[in-house]
């Protein structure tokens, strides 16, 4: 502001002369040349000429030219400000704050946190558990399956069709279906595991490689808890490198299930205090032909005739696949919903079974 009232001045004496000539903006008129006698000697200024003069035309002007100076002296500072503050963004900041998307809700994974692990015995979802009141948990191993499938991707599709029923679920992922080659694949994985988040659905770990970890990674009976730990944590590892922050994946579930689960995995998982989820149903997804014996007609006898053998209900094995998908909405609304089972997240059963810390 300072370094512009020079300028200021020098405008408003150039229109002070111009009004009246050979005033000055304040100042006494430059004295005649030797010889020459002033008729008249006066201070004028801009001022006093209109006050002498009432021209109405030149107070117009006066009050013009102070609303311009006035609107520009009031706006230049902050226009300069912002100028300054992009120019001194670089690219990468830039382009950061403009793809920055909404950050994604964590309270349900919190709340999982926040329940009593105090005890040394493994906590989760056990198959041989038989009272779920009537409530089913859905649960989908195997993803993220970023195909495409009807102009999106396999994963997109079951999340359309679980949020058109407003059904939560659990996701199991495997860290090798996080890996990304260039930075628009990246943005696609962080989409989806976005969506599901906020979409209230939880995430689970089902280990990096998908190998039975009941039979070792290398057949070789040496180090299997390391082995066993790597897979789980180098699936963490991955999520975290993904998503730029930490999104815990405390809700696990070994690949085959329980045919690959092990003491060695029970223990690490009491050590880092992390939940075990078996299931009830196995809904065999994973084996249908569209034509054979394994055909929809077939899958959905067999899904009848679980669900008519455990009534109490409790939680079912999905997969991410293309097959799902398409078997997905008769499955939920003629053989669970019409049933009257209620579908929860998996957090409302471990808060009944676990409790929260006082």
């Known amino acids: 502001m300072i370094s512009l009232l020079p300028l200021l001045w020098e405008k408003m004496a150039k229109i002070n002369h111009k009004i009246y000539p050979g005033g000055s903006f304040g100042f006494k008129i430059k004295p005649s040349a030797p010889g020459k006698v002033n008729k008249k000697r006066h201070n004028y200024n801009f001022l006093s000429f209109i006050i002498r003069h009432n021209k109405s035309i030149s107070i117009s002007v006066f009050v013009i030219i102070s609303g311009f100076l006035f609107v520009y002296c009031s706006t230049a500072p902050s226009g300069i400000a912002v100028e300054q503050t992009v120019e001194s963004e670089t690219p990468e900041v830039l382009n950061t704050i403009v793809s920055k998307k909404p950050d994604p809700d964590l309270r349900k994974v919190i709340s999982i946190l926040n329940l009593d692990y105090s005890d040394q015995k493994l906590h989760g979802v056990f198959w041989r558990e038989q009272d779920f009141a009537s409530t089913v948990y ?122 690959g689960r092990t003491e060695d995995l029970d223990n690490w998982l009491i050590s880092e205090k992390q939940y075990l989820i078996s299931l009830q149903f196995d809904s065999y997804d994973y084996a249908y032909k569209e034509t054979g014996y394994w055909n929809k007609e077939t899958l959905f006898e067999r899904m009848e005739t679980l669900f008519s053998e455990q009534e109490n209900g409790g939680v079912l094995l999905l997969h991410e696949l293309e097959s799902t998908a398409f078997m997905l909405p008769d499955l939920l609304d003629n053989i669970i919903l019409e049933r009257g089972y209620a579908v929860e997240g998996m957090e409302t059963l471990l808060e009944k079974k676990y409790g929260r810390k006082s």
């Open 138 to 259: 859905l649960s989908f191993d195997d993803g993220p399956n970023m195909s495409p499938l009807n102009s999106e991707t396999v994963s997109d599709t079951i999340l359309d069709i679980l949020m058109e029923r407003n059904l939560k679920a659990v996701f199991f992922i495997n860290g090798k279906n996080l890996e990304y080659s260039n930075p628009a694949e990246k943005n696609e994985l962080r989409r989806i595991i976005f969506r599901m988040i906020n979409e209230g659905h939880l995430i689970g770990n089902h280990s990096y490689s998908h190998h039975n970890l009941a039979k070792g990674l290398y057949s070789d009976g040496e180090h299997d808890q390391d082995d066993i730990a790597s897979e789980f944590i180098l699936t963490q590892e991955s999520m975290n490198n993904l998503l730029d922050f930490v999104y815990p994946l405390i809700l696990v579930r070994p690949p085959y299930a329980e045919p």
